[in-house]
């Protein structure tokens, strides 16, 4: 199978990262379906990619998405090769401040819906014996989250959770992996640089943040043709932190 007839879903495609990587799955002549909510303003800079390049709008924190599996279908229910989640919802709740709504808000935007998306759309990959699943987590898990995103780490350490299906599945090739995204320098970083990123930056130890292209070419290399072996991991990329 040549990279014309491959097609990969790529959910928060309009984030700083996801919009570098539907850019390389397209130049390497991918079909690329990119989700976004709110914000497709970035992907519409591919407009000569037109023909390869599909835009799909869904709320992932939306309960009444959750209740009908033909819903999750109707939006992506075409055949994919490969899937990359890089939902990342964040409400800024800290544990002392979090509440039932909240926590629900995250797991469902964060884990639930991510996860029953990849079960509908595995069967193709399962009958054609080739897939690649990548789920896009974050460093706070490792160190307990920050002070106001509880929510968002706890819903992302429930994502990490790798069940033995899915390690059952290696042997049709079909590889999945977690990869958990350190400092990096997008949008939301830069409203808040301080001197309290400015220490968390210097606790790394290859003295930076991550770029977005770094970031984007390690997730594009675990979820193409170029991922030959590497499955049932919990990957970071954070420079040493």
């Known amino acids: 199978?040549?990279?014309?007839?491959?097609?990969?879903?790529?959910?928060?495609?309009?984030?700083?990262?996801?919009?570098?990587?539907?850019?390389?799955?397209?130049?390497?002549?991918?079909?690329?379906?990119?989700?976004?909510?709110?914000?497709?303003?970035?992907?519409?800079?591919f407009k000569k990619y037109s023909k390869k390049l599909k835009l799909i709008k869904f709320n992932f924190v939306n309960y009444g998405n959750l209740r009908n599996e033909n819903t999750i279908k109707k939006k992506f229910g075409k055949d994919y090769d490969s899937i990359i989640n890089l939902i990342g919802y964040v409400d800024n709740k800290s544990f002392d401040n979090t509440n039932f709504k909240s926590i629900l808000r995250s797991l469902i935007a964060n884990t639930i819906t991510p996860i029953l998306i990849e079960k509908i759309l595995i069967k193709k990959m399962l009958f054609q014996k080739w897939g690649r699943i990548l789920n896009c987590s974050s460093i706070g898990v490792?160190?307990?989250?920050?002070?106001?995103?509880?929510?968002?780490?706890?819903?992302?350490?429930?994502?990490?959770?790798?069940?033995?299906?899915?390690?059952?599945?290696?042997?049709?090739?079909?590889?999945?992996?977690?990869?958990?995204?350190?400092?990096?320098?997008?949008?939301i970083h830069n409203k808040i640089r301080n001197r309290k990123l400015e220490r968390r930056v210097k606790l790394i130890p290859i003295g930076r943040m991550a770029s977005k292209k770094e970031i984007a070419k390690f997730i594009y290399q675990l979820s193409s043709q170029q991922n030959t072996f590497i499955t049932g991991e919990t990957i970071s990329i954070a420079g040493g932190e």
């Not at 040549?2 to 570098?20: A, C, K």
């Not at 706890?154 to 790798?162: D, P, Q, R, T």
């Open 1 to 45: 199978m040549n990279n014309t007839t491959r097609r990969v879903l790529i959910l928060g495609g309009s984030s700083d990262i996801g919009t570098e990587v539907v850019q390389l799955f397209l130049r390497d002549n991918w079909k690329v379906d990119a989700h976004f909510f709110k914000n497709k303003k970035k992907l519409n800079n």
């Open 142 to 187: 490792k160190y307990g989250g920050g002070k106001n995103t509880y929510n968002y780490s706890f819903s992302k350490h429930a994502l990490e959770f790798i069940p033995s299906d899915y390690r059952d599945w290696a042997k049709k090739n079909i590889l999945i992996n977690n990869l958990r995204i350190g400092v990096t320098d997008t949008k």
